[in-house]
C-alpha cells in the first residue's frame, strides 16, 4: 500500500458552469507545480493517485496516495507533465472537479473544487454526492 502524502479539502462549487473537457479532473498550475515537487525527488513513482474512502460526518473524503503503476480500472489524467490516476470507485464522484493547491499561512493543501457535491461537513474533509 502506499503512504498518504498530503492532506486534501473539498469544497462544493455552485452555478458554475462546468466546461467541456475530455479529462475526469483538471489541475490548475500550482496543483501541477506541486505535484512536480512532490515526485522530483522520487523516480520510483510514476504519479499520484486520487481515490475516495468512506469516512467523516458527511461520508466520504478523497485520498491522495503515490503511485508506482496504473491499475487496469484506474482513469489517467496526463496534463502539464503529470500524471494524475483515478481509482475505479473515485471517478463518478470527480467528473468536472477541479484540483488545486493553496498554500496559506496556517495550512498548505490540495482542494477538489467539485461542482457535483450536494454537502460538506463543517471542517471541509468530508463530503456527499
Same mark, same amino acid.
Given at each position: 500500500?502506499? =503512504? ?18 475530455? =479529462? ?65 470507485? =473515485? ?39
Amino acid at each position: 500500500m502506499s =503512504a498518504s502524502i498530503a492532506r486534501a479539502t473539498v469544497k462544493a462549487v455552485s452555478r458554475r458552469k462546468i466546461l467541456p473537457t475530455r =479529462a475526469a479532473l483538471t489541475l490548475t498550475p500550482s496543483a501541477v507545480n506541486k505535484i512536480k515537487v512532490l515526485l522530483q525527488d522520487k523516480p520510483e513513482y510514476i504519479g499520484l493517485k486520487v481515490g475516495v474512502r468512506t469516512r467523516g460526518c458527511n461520508g466520504l473524503t478523497y485520498t491522495l496516495d503515490y503511485t508506482k503503476q496504473k491499475d487496469n480500472s484506474d482513469e489517467e489524467v496526463l496534463q502539464d507533465g503529470v500524471r494524475v490516476f483515478i481509482e475505479k470507485k =473515485a471517478q463518478l464522484t470527480l467528473l468536472g472537479t477541479e484540483m488545486d493547491f493553496v498554500e496559506t499561512k496556517l495550512s498548505s493543501e490540495f482542494v477538489f473544487n467539485n461542482p457535483n457535491i450536494k454537502g460538506t461537513c463543517g471542517c471541509g474533509e468530508s463530503f456527499n454526492i
